[in-house]
């Protein structure tokens, strides 16, 4: 490709994946007949006749699932380079890195024991 | 190596459309969820634009952290938001604000092309190499930071 020549292989992957999905999208559009009805417009409930609002109330257990993920995903942030550099480096840092992760595992022991992670 | 000119302008050009545009549907969309979104959008374009400076782990970093968990801790914290309390105007104070930073930013960030050589190391081994040798302090203070933070996070949002 005319760009960034040594992910020649990951832009044809992903121009072949994404015009896979635009054609069969494309297809059905033209195949696909349409017709409407009272029954057909009507919000799908596995079935049944549906009750009831679609909108439920936020609940704050998401939130908290998010909250702990921030953290973790900065943590693994960190340990990318720290693993792409490894075999460059010696047991001192890998050592480092043991202490690094053990610091955030008493993080996820808090966590967990004060029911951040419960989800009933 | 450097972009060659041509894909380097047309990259330049249309994340920067795309960054404008996305600024300007969060300050003028009513919907605060389409907002985020629109912000979504601001923060892909922003680390996008490291790959003119060469900085490849930046990119990937900027995209992990930013659009994939600071803009869904936005958007569930949005989701607390009733719908029909949502801004129904069309405030053009806004826009006036949105074009003139705008403007401003325009003329007080175009700088000059610079040439970058590529090494025999990649940049995240680079990157890896320094954090564990010569910043290997901040790295383990950095640990007890994130340890603070969770710690101090959940202990606000339990109440």
């Known amino acids: ?120 | 190596m450097d972009l060659p000119g041509p894909i380097h302008d047309f990259l330049l050009v249309f994340l920067g459309s795309g960054l404008i545009l996305g600024g300007l549907g969060v300050v003028l969309l009513t919907n605060p969820i389409y907002s985020t979104f629109s912000l979504g959008l601001v923060l892909v374009c922003i680390s996008l634009f490291y790959i003119l400076s060469n900085s490849h782990f930046v990119v990937a970093a900027q995209l992990l952290i930013y659009v994939g968990a600071i803009n869904v801790v936005i958007l569930f914290a949005v989701m607390f938001i009733n719908g029909s309390e949502y801004y129904k105007d069309f405030n053009l104070l806004t826009i006036g604000m949105a074009l003139l930073r705008w403007f401003v930013q325009i003329i007080w960030t175009t700088r000059s092309n610079q040439i970058i050589e590529q090494d025999l190391i990649s940049n995240s081994q680079q990157i890896g190499i320094h954090l564990a040798t010569d910043f290997f302090l901040p790295f383990e203070f950095i640990s007890i930071i994130l340890l603070v933070a969770l710690i101090g996070a959940i202990a606000v949002a339990r109440q």
């Not at chain 1, 720290?82 to 993080?107: K, Q, T």
């Open chain 1, 1 to 120: 490709m005319f760009l960034l020549y040594e992910y020649d292989i990951f832009w044809t992957f992903l121009i072949i994946s994404n015009a896979i999905l635009i054609l069969a999208f494309l297809i059905f559009g033209v195949l696909v007949p349409i017709r409407k009805g009272p029954k057909k417009l009507s919000s799908y409930e596995s079935g049944i006749e549906p009750m009831g609002d679609a909108c439920l109330q936020f609940r704050i257990r998401y939130y908290m699932f998010a909250l702990v993920f921030i953290v973790f995903d900065v943590e693994t942030v960190f340990l990318y380079p720290w693993a792409m550099s490894f075999n460059v480096l010696g047991v001192p840092v890998f050592i480092e890195a043991f202490i690094f992760v053990l610091i955030l595992i008493v993080g996820s022991f808090y966590a967990w024991r004060k029911g951040a992670l419960e989800w009933s």
